[in-house]
Every structure is written in structure tokens, then in C-alpha cells.
Nanobody, 119 residues
Framework: QVQLVESGGGLVQPGGSLRLSCAAS????????MGWYRQAPGKQRELVAA???????NYADSVEGRFTISRDDAKKMVYLQMNSLRPEDTAVYYC?????????????WGQGTQVTVSS
């Protein structure tokens, strides 16, 4: 049973920082593209950042230069360092793991962690 467990969310003032962590119980973690998504109230879930098994990293334009995704394949962890936070970053943040095995897409989600940016 694959599990993704996020932690590190909370309330922070504008301009502040938070670090999200995601612990994955996946047998071949290094084969997965690990991503962080977020969903604000009334909005669709959107990709924030992703790190592929080949080391390719992508960011949403809205977080480029402020957020950093990293992964530790040995510990089966993925992180999202969020700096210079803005009120519009307020959302539930979800950890995601994707991989293709034998032409079957594997797609797993965590339960989400709330990030609130407010003064």
C-alpha cells in the first residue's frame, strides 16, 4: 500500500517561509516523478513544482524563484522550501508521486497540508 504523508504546513505571515515535507512508502521511489500541487478554495488543483527521476525540475511561473523542490531518494522524502510567501500562496498543498510501469500509470496522492499566508 503506497502512502504519502505531508507535514510542515501552518500559518505564516507574508514574506515568511515554510518547508513542507512528504514521506513516501514506495518501493522504487527513485523511479517516480515527485510533485507538489496546491488547491485554493474555489480553484482547481495546480502543479507547484515537480522533480523527475532524471533530475528535471519544473516550477509554476507563480512560484519560480521563491520555492525550491528537492528530494532525497535514499530517505524516500521530497521537500518544498517556500520563501517570500504571499497571501495568494494560501492553499492545501498535496504531495504526488507518478510513474509508468509496464504501460500502467501509477499516480498517488497525500492527504494534503494547509498553508495559510496571512498577517
Amino acid at each position: 500500500q503506497v502512502q504519502l504523508v505531508e507535514s510542515g504546513g501552518g500559518l505564516v505571515q507574508p514574506g515568511g517561509s515554510l518547508r513542507l515535507s512528504c514521506a513516501a512508502s514506495i518501493s522504487i521511489f527513485s523511479d517516480y516523478t515527485m510533485g507538489w500541487y496546491r488547491q485554493a478554495p474555489g480553484k482547481q488543483r495546480e502543479l507547484v513544482a515537480a522533480s523527475t527521476s532524471e533530475g528535471i525540475i519544473n516550477y509554476a511561473d507563480s512560484v519560480e524563484g521563491r520555492f525550491t523542490i528537492s528530494r532525497d531518494d535514499a530517505k524516500k522524502m521530497v521537500y518544498l522550501q517556500m520563501n517570500s510567501l504571499r497571501p495568494e500562496d494560501t492553499a492545501v498543498y498535496y504531495c504526488n508521486a507518478k510513474a509508468m510501469f509496464l504501460l500502467i500509470q501509477q499516480d498517488y496522492w497525500g492527504q494534503g497540508t494547509q498553508v495559510t499566508v496571512s498577517s
